[in-house]
């Protein structure tokens, strides 16, 4: 079946380094890709998204690009900041599946001052 | 500007009790979801609701019932808890059943003992 896997967490990275965090989706036909982002006690957002290859979602200075023939969606930026510190979520969703979104676990992201 | 609603933030329940989590949202939207959130997980569909007067099974159905009040209420019933329901629960919607945005509410937090 379907499915998204995400690198593992938690990932500490220094204020000002640059950000990557894979995302790698298992699917058939042509899935719409998400990133969400879910900071402490609050529910997730969404923060990008893609709706088909070679597409590019941006938002908040990140990016990630729906690259169909690695299968994959990575999340990146280029200089992270201490408030970017939360769990990001990728996702898919298929039109044949009514739209409804597939998981990743989720990485957690800690910035350090 | 509400958005998502839920209530209670918290619950503690003993093993058999039963309660009700309460969802509503102000944003007009058609679509309603009920998640679980576990460590290492991602997020499971538990019901969900793709229009007022409709509800669905999803992933994780067993041991819950829902109900959609009207179109802005959506409500999880657990009739008899079980620790392995102890979770995070969320409530989400958006305005129909194709890619549009997932808006979350902060979640209730369910310990079963």
């Known amino acids: 079946g379907d499915s998204v896997t995400q690198m593992e967490g938690p990932v500490t990275l220094s204020e000002e380094a640059f950000l990557t965090i894979n995302c790698t989706y298992t699917?058939?036909?042509?899935?719409?890709l998400f990133w969400y982002v879910q900071y402490p006690g609050e529910g997730l957002q969404l923060l990008l998204k893609a709706t088909k290859a070679d597409d590019k979602g941006s938002n908040k200075g990140f990016e990630a690009t729906y690259r169909k023939e690695t299968t994959s969606f990575h999340l990146e930026k280029g200089s992270v900041q201490v408030s970017d510190s939360a769990v990001y979520f990728c996702?898919?969703?298929?039109?044949?599946?009514?739209?409804?979104?597939?998981w990743g676990a989720g990485t957690k992201l800690i910035i350090k001052p | 500007n509400a958005g998502v609603t839920q209530t209670p933030k918290f619950q503690v329940l003993k093993t058999g009790q039963s309660m009700t989590l309460q969802c509503a949202q102000d944003m007009n939207h058609n679509s309603m979801y009920w998640y679980r959130q576990d460590p290492g997980m991602g997020l499971r569909l538990i019901y969900y609701?793709?229009?007022?007067?409709?509800?669905d099974k999803g992933e994780v159905p067993n041991g819950y019932n829902v109900s959609r009040l009207n179109k802005r209420e959506f409500s999880l019933r657990l009739e008899s808890a079980a620790p392995s329901q102890t979770s995070v629960y969320f409530c989400?919607?958006?305005?129909?059943?194709?890619?549009?945005?997932?808006?979350f509410g902060n979640g209730t937090r369910l310990t079963v003992t």
């Open positions: 989400a919607s958006k305005m129909d059943r194709g890619n549009s945005p997932l808006h």
């Open positions: 609701s793709a229009s007022e007067g409709t509800t």
């Open positions: 996702a898919l969703s298929k039109t044949d599946s009514n739209y409804q979104l597939i």
């Open positions: 699917a058939t036909g042509y899935p719409s």
